[in-house]
């Protein structure tokens, strides 16, 4: 890790994307924090012009700042889409400072917006990792969470209303088929002679009853008459 000077109101710390460049001293708005440095790439020479890092800072379409070199130690600040610092160009003096835009408090990481070109070349296809967007993906999660969990419930009610209705659906089909059987069986009562003790008894005729059994028919006489004779 590169050393900085303790007079300095940075120093160079881990960060969520690996080194980042810290505040160990308040910062007002507007300061100038630190000059982003190196070698002028001039754009019309070949050789300068294939030179290809993530640390080039372009001042003009011709004039390009390559701050790869280890003494840069401004290359060491973030990117953040809303950021405490900015990029302050300029070009004629083929200098680049990056200056607060907000007041920075000592343990703050510092960082500045690195531009649009830059956010989709290498940011966006990896997903961009400033406090932000990770506050903007952890929201998206929670609502996604929220959203899994509200249809789960609708489903799980849907399904309870489904077997509410299917055991309404038996409850009154036993309820009918129970009351088609009562009819049904009063009915067949209606149109059957009474049983008793599994004989079938008859009706009285001059006095005399007669019970069917085993095939044969017994007449019973009155008490004090005859006893008839059995067939």
Known sequence: MPSTSPNKPYRVGRSRTGLGLFATKPIKKGTKIIRYFGPILDSKKKDEDAIENKYLFELTNRWTIDGSVRKNVARYINHACKPNAESDVRPRKRKVFIRAIKNIEPGDEINYDY?????????????????????????????????????????????????????????????????????????????????????????????????????????????????????
Do not use: M, W
């Open 115 to 231: 531009g649009t070109d830059y956010f989709k070349a290498y940011l966006k296809p990896i997903g961009c990792k400033c406090d932000a967007c990770e506050k903007k993906r952890k929201k998206q999660r929670a609502e996604a969470r929220v959203e899994r969990l509200r249809l789960k419930e609708k489903a799980e009610r849907k399904a309870q209303r489904k077997a509410e209705k299917l055991a309404k659906e038996k409850a009154e089909a036993r309820a009918k088929a129970k009351k088609t059987l009562a009819k049904t069986l009063a009915k067949t009562a209606a149109k059957t002679p009474a049983k008793a003790n599994g004989k079938l008894n008859g009706t009285h005729l001059n006095g005399h009853s007669y019970v069917k059994a085993a095939g044969k028919t017994v007449i019973s006489p009155k008490r004090g008459s005859a006893r008839a004779l059995h067939a």
